[in-house]
Every structure is written in C-alpha cells, then in structure tokens.
C-alpha cells in the first residue's frame, strides 16, 4: 500500500508556471507507474500525464503536451508535475495516483491509490 500527498497547487496567471509535487509513502514506490490527473468543477476526472516505474517512459494527454513534464525521483519517493504556460482552462484540483497493473494508463479506474488533491487556478 502507498499513500500520497500533493503539494504545489496555487494561484497563478495565464503563462506562468507551477510545480507540483506528490510525495509516496513506503518502501515499493518505485514498483508503481505513477499519473497525474486533474478535475474542474462540473467535470470529470480526466489523464494529464504517466510515468513509467523507471521514469524512461511518459504519456501525456493532448491539451498538456509540450507544456507539462512528468518526471520521477525514486530515491525520495516523489513524482513532479512541471506546468509551464499555463492557461485558465487548466484550472482544476490536480491528483497524483499510483498504479502497480498497468502500463502508463490514461484510464483513472486503472490507478489503485490516490493522493488528496491539490488546487491549481489559472487567471486569465
């Protein structure tokens, strides 16, 4: 089992940048590809990014490709979210999850544990 805290979210005009971390309990953090996903109000869940169990392999969904880098330190049990220009529509409460099944799923049904959530707005 893992549990997981974010950390990061806050307020922050269009083309700027934040960074988001989630910190993993336990010692198999390194077993679990690990996501980001995010939710606006009204909305569903939706994938923004993957990371295979070594960190060589990313995924990322289209509306975030180019801007948003998925990267991983398995020494510290964490996984990073660098968002560089950043739009209003990208304002959401943001989840880091784990998942020890599959792949870089894009799928929030395939991810075992999930962290709290952390905010993210974009002013325009």
């Known amino acids: 089992q893992v549990q997981l805290v974010e950390s990061g979210g806050g307020l922050v005009q269009a083309g700027g940048s934040l960074r988001l971390s989630c910190a993993a309990s336990?010692?198999?953090?390194?077993?679990?590809?690990m996501g980001w996903f995010r939710q606006a109000p009204g909305k569903e869940r939706e994938f923004v990014a993957a990371?295979?169990?070594?960190?060589?392999?990313?995924y990322y969904a289209d509306s975030v490709k180019g801007r948003f880098t998925i990267a991983r330190d398995n020494a510290k049990n964490t996984v990073y979210l660098q968002m560089n220009s950043l739009k209003p529509e990208d304002t959401a409460v943001y989840y880091c999850?784990?998942?020890?099944?599959?792949?870089?799923?894009?799928?929030?049904?395939?991810?075992?544990?999930w962290g709290q959530g952390t905010q993210v707005t974009v002013s325009s």
């Open positions: 336990g010692r198999t953090f390194s077993s679990y590809v």
């Open positions: 990371i295979s169990r070594s960190g060589t392999n990313t």
């Open positions: 999850a784990a998942n020890s099944r599959q792949l870089l799923a894009v799928t929030a049904s395939a991810y075992d544990y």
